[in-house]
């Protein structure tokens, strides 16, 4: 039962580079979700899919670019790293019937933009 | 004022206490209340769902008082691993067929022997 996962884990990347980190759910979830959590402010939405080739915005999504071709991966794309970026980003997914729309989340990548 | 507000902590407590935690919601059309646990570094958990005046889980119970718009949480008996960081999530603004569920900053609780 491998759930949601996320890779890399960590990544160090430097001003400029593009960079991608990786989302892979397994419960055939229709919703899944990308947040930033930093110190201070509670996770911050940056980018949900609905389904595959059904992306919209969130709180947050200057500066990131999402896909989703297939239900079960939503890969977030960095297109060029600033140090704003520096945080630790989790994926999650969902399956939303009427009022249940609790979320799951993978084990996080930590990222660091030098 | 922060759609979903929480008292950060930390709050400190002996082993076998019994602790509170509060968090107040903005959006009177709500419809969706969970508690999250998160530990250090780690990703956060769904602790409790809340889709009523409350519920109890073992330890655990959430209330929740749509008339005031405030959730809490009540440990019971508290164990050193109840250490963590306490998220109030609230769903909250309709955005294209999604309420977008709105994360509290979170509540620190340390529980030590």
């Known amino acids: 039962d491998a759930g949601i996962t996320q890779s890399p884990r960590y990544k160090i990347t430097e001003t400029g580079r593009q960079v991608t980190l990786m989302c892979h759910q397994t419960?055939?979830?229709?919703?899944m979700f990308w947040y930033r959590q930093d110190l201070g402010h509670g996770l911050r939405l940056i980018y949900y899919s609905a389904a595959a080739d059904i992306t919209d915005k969130g709180e947050v999504p200057d500066g990131y670019v999402v896909s989703r071709s297939k239900t079960e991966n939503f890969p977030l794309t960095l297109e060029s790293a600033t140090r704003s970026q520096t945080s630790v980003y989790f994926c999650?997914?969902?399956?939303?019937?009427?009022?249940?729309?609790?979320?799951?989340f993978g084990p996080g990548t930590r990222l660091t933009v030098t | 004022r922060k759609e979903v507000e929480q008292d950060p902590g930390p709050f400190n407590v002996p082993e076998g206490a019994t602790v509170a935690f509060n968090c107040t919601y903005s959006n009177s059309a709500s419809q969706s209340f969970f508690w999250y646990r998160q530990d250090c570094r780690k990703e956060p958990k769904l602790l409790m769902s809340v889709y009523s005046s409350g519920n109890e889980d073992g330890r655990f119970t959430a209330q929740l008082n749509r008339a005031s718009q405030y959730i809490s949480l009540l440990i019971r008996d508290s164990k050193l691993s109840d250490s963590a960081t306490y998220l109030c999530v609230v769903n909250g603004a309709h955005s294209g067929g999604y309420n977008k569920l709105i994360f509290g900053a979170g509540t620190r609780l340390a529980v030590h022997p």
């Open positions: 419960w055939s979830h229709s919703y």
């Open positions: 999650a997914s969902s399956e939303i019937r009427g009022a249940k729309d609790e979320q799951y």
